[in-house]
């Protein structure tokens, strides 16, 4: 064990399986009162309770912990885990007192105490620091931190006294205006026809289940902008048993964000989430380990139990009243969570024989529909042939999709048609069932890649369109490495730290790739969302993620920006059990949700011109010709295919994935196809220059210094390279700063332009990192970590100034707001704001 770790450098222990362990101590309490109460502890998997004065047992939440550090001196991630947790207020009169702890989780009752803390005045812990260490610490911090300062909030009081508080952009609940539908390729209110984007989180986390704290996590949501919230998590086990307590869980969250005006999507089908046992009737031949990666699409039985979660989740009668299927707050409902035919996972690797022989037998029946018989089918394939064909039983096997795109043969069409039949069947079918059963609410089918978007991507897109919306997920990665690196940032794993505005490689010292996720296409006139995006730890780059999102999320006209994830309500490093790639409360992700909420709800961004509308023959996409308009295109195919405007685009030519930084593009997949109308790019997209300005002339991006600046009348700022940038002067404002990278934006919040508004938001940022963070070289893979580091949240103290280029800027007054958005102190006129140091927020009033 590290005993550096703990307080005293020793610790208390319990671990038996037979009988639960207790400790007692006996405390002189100075003076009658109340006292905080922190425990330093075993926040894994561990139960621990403590009574004072042979009172009741009472139980701390100890997931919940924070400052957490594992102990394992070999460095394992299993349970030897030590963090601080505050088990509340209690009231303790004077004199000599007894506090006894017990041990008693399901895990061998395991546990160990390293120290406790009763507190008359408020307690911050400071990992294995006693108090009389804290000075001394302090100023080695300080020394060590001189050019960061802690992000460190504190309990947000949440009243009318914030600088910002954007609650007022939801209704009074939601469903107020009725449901949200489809209609034009938007999402609007039912009842008034008002248009509505949704600036939306992943969350909130499995572990708030307490109503009052869900309540405050609402308002706290609604604070910042929120106004969806993707609840992503099944209601049953591994073996797909349903578990009542997840069901109340969900429902408790959907009424809970409706007070705050934030509607809710229910996503409760992953096949991660379930490994079928050997005995299970509507999934044989699984053994326990394997996921039922495509088997939802095929298999009856299964779908047949599927149905019986959303049947369980919709129409169980409430506690308070009511059912979630008659709840205008639901606004949709997902089919299936990252699954699909053309994705790598459907393998006959994955799948066990007896789902394979069900699906090789559909496309036996389907190939003798079309060929009149098996063996003509054949024929008809020539030399094609798998070794799980057996004709004579009416199966017929699957041509692995390496094979299939890249050869592209009849027996390859025929696979990608019936695949596409089968996975667009089971949508239509699904959303009948869904209709039947009473839901009046939208319905999107899935939101995977492919494992060729520019071959099968359109035939997914295709599979969608029975669903109101179309959904897509995408992340924005930094080459993380190391065991489970997928889901966890750990000590030893390895990085780089990659510029989304430079469109940086995928790996170091790669070339440039065009691809972000934040790059939209409308299909058939549907609404767009992206339900899982976000910018992944520990990239110093991460802060350009929120204006990137709102900007070209409103240039684009996207739907909903759904922000991947709420792990915790607090500002935690690290909120739950591993430190993941994607938390969201993090100083440049949620601290920058004020100013960037409102630029894409509001559309202070206006849409761009529609520079690409394609026509794509249905019958082509099954004969695998693909699609010209391809968002991971490479530069090799940028530089040989040109496509002038106006012209058929030809088979292999590649349209300019930057056209998606000027302005928006619209596909329609039917049986006719047509023409391609092609805008001139050449005055929007300078490749010799490295810069792309929209259609609308109010975003420009130079993604050779990193650089994106914003001048729209009610919204301008820039984010990126701000020192290289020297001085950025827009329509009103007027930037400089030596931060090598920072974010700065200013809002108008009374509707008016800024060069006329009488209350503006002005935000600002630079980078994050983990107290405590350290890293070293590594070579080509960019930086190894060596300490991923703890709470607090640091960030990098800010400079520069900020100056409103108005007749009237004396006449307005910056006050500098704290970091949950309150006032503290005037800093001067509007004519040239001094950016302090440690201030985000500032409120420009006349």
């Not at 406790?116 to 300080?142: C, I, M």
């Not at 790598?344 to 060929?371: H, M, S, V």
Request: proline share 6%.
């Amino acid at each position: 064990m590290k005993k550096e770790f703990f307080t005293g450098g020793d610790f208390l222990s319990h671990f038996d399986e037979k009988k639960e362990g207790t400790a007692e101590y006996e405390v002189e309490v100075p003076a009658s009162g109340k006292y905080e109460f922190w425990i330093h502890a075993n926040p894994v998997k561990s139960k621990l309770s403590y009574r004072i004065d042979g009172g009741e047992w009472t139980e701390i939440d100890t997931e919940k912990s924070e400052q957490s550090h594992n102990v394992a001196a070999d460095g394992k991630p299993d349970l030897r885990f030590i963090g601080w947790m505050k088990a509340g207020q209690v009231q303790l009169e004077r004199g000599k007192r007894t506090v006894a702890f017990r041990f008693h989780g399901p895990l061998q009752n395991h546990g160990y105490l390293d120290c406790f803390v009763l507190s008359s005045e408020p307690f911050r812990p400071r990992g294995a620091l006693r108090l009389e260490q804290y000075e001394a610490a302090a100023k080695q911090w300080a020394e060590e931190n001189k050019n960061w300062f802690p992000f460190e909030p504190g309990p947000d009081r949440l009243d009318a006294s914030a600088g910002f508080d954007l609650r007022w952009l939801n209704e009074s609940v939601a469903g107020e205006q009725g449901r949200i539908v489809a209609r034009d390729g938007r999402f609007v209110h039912e009842k008034s026809g008002a248009p509505v984007r949704f600036w939306a989180v992943n969350g909130p986390p499995h572990s708030l289940t307490d109503p009052a704290e869900l309540d405050r996590c609402g308002r706290m949501l609604a604070k910042y902008g929120v106004n969806m919230v993707r609840i992503h998590g099944g209601i049953y086990d591994e073996g797909g048993r349903i578990q009542p307590d997840k069901v109340e869980h969900k429902a408790a969250i959907v009424a809970s964000m409706k007070r705050h005006g934030i509607y809710s999507l229910l996503s409760i089908y992953f096949p991660l989430w379930l490994r079928p046992k050997p005995d299970t009737p509507w999934l044989k031949g699984y053994d326990g380990q394997k996921h039922p990666f495509a088997a939802l699409y095929f298999n009856p039985d299964f779908q047949e139990q599927y149905r019986t979660w959303w049947k369980t989740l919709l129409l169980t009668e409430l506690p308070g009243g009511g059912r979630l299927i008659d709840d205008p707050a639901l606004a949709a409902l997902e089919i299936i969570n990252e699954d699909s035919y053309f994705f790598w996972t459907f393998d006959a690797r994955n799948l066990p024989e007896p789902q394979l022989e069900i699906i090789e037998k559909q496309f036996g029946d389907w190939l003798a529909k079309k060929y009149g018989s098996l063996e003509a089918a054949q024929k008809a394939f020539g030399n094609k042939t798998t070794p799980r064909d057996a004709p004579r039983q009416g199966r017929m096997g699957f041509r692995n999709w390496w094979a299939a795109f890249t050869e592209k043969s009849q027996r390859d069409q025929d696979q990608a048609a019936f695949l596409l039949e089968s996975q667009r069947g089971f949508y239509e079918s699904t959303i009948n069932f869904l209709r039947q059963l009473g839901y009046k609410g939208m319905i999107t089918c899935s939101n995977w890649t492919t494992a060729n978007n520019q071959i099968l991507g359109p035939l997914e897109k295709y599979s969608y369109l029975p669903g109101d919306f179309l959904d897509r997920h995408g992340y924005f990665s930094c080459y993380h490495r190391g065991d489970n690196a997928a889901w966890s940032i750990r000590n030893g794993h390895t990085y780089f730290d990659r510029s989304a505005l430079r469109f940086d490689g995928e790996q170091p010292g790669k070339p440039k790739s065009f691809v972000h996720p934040a790059m939209d296409v409308e299909y058939n006139g549907k609404p767009s969302m992206i339900s899982e995006t976000t910018f992944n730890r520990p990239n110093r780059y991460r802060g350009e993620a929120p204006l990137f999102y709102a900007a070209y999320g409103a240039l684009q006209g996207s739907d909903a920006i759904v922000h991947f994830a709420l792990d915790g309500d607090q500002w935690s490093v690290k909120p739950q059990f591993f430190m993941q790639p994607w938390t969201l409360m993090a100083p440049t992700q949620m601290g920058q949700f004020p100013a960037t909420a409102l630029i894409f709800r509001q559309g202070l961004v206006r849409e761009g011109d529609v520079l690409v509308r394609l026509r794509l023959k249905l019958d082509d996409l099954t004969a695998l010709k693909g699609s010209p308009l391809v968002q991971d295109a490479s530069f090799d195919e940028l530089r040989a295919h040109d496509v002038p405007k106006g012209t058929t685009i030809e088979p292999n030519q590649v349209i300019d994935p930057l056209v998606h930084m000027a302005g928006r593009a619209k596909v329609v997949i039917d049986a006719e196809g047509g023409p391609a109308e092609l805008a001139d790019l050449s005055k929007l997209i300078d490749r010799s220059r490295r810069t792309v300005v929209s259609s609308t002339g109010e975003l420009k991006l130079d993604y050779d210094k990193g650089l994106l600046t914003i001048d729209a009348p009610c919204a301008q700022g820039a984010s990126g390279a701000l020192a290289a940038a020297g001085a950025i002067t827009l329509g009103t404002l007027k930037i400089e700063s030596p931060m090598e990278l920072g974010h700065i934006a200013a809002v108008s919040l009374d509707g008016r332009p800024l060069a006329q508004s009488s209350r503006i938001l002005l935000q600002v940022m630079s980078e994050e990192r983990a107290d405590g963070f350290r890293t070293e070289p590594a070579g080509g893979e960019g930086k190894r970590i060596i300490d991923i580091g703890h709470d607090p949240w640091m960030v990098r103290r800010i400079s520069g100034t900020v100056s409103l280029r108005r007749g009237d800027a004396d006449e307005l007054t910056a006050v500098a707001l704290d970091l949950n958005g309150y006032p503290v102190k005037p800093v001067g006129k509007a004519a040239r704001i001094a950016l302090e140091p440690t201030t985000v927020y500032y409120l420009i009033t006349k």
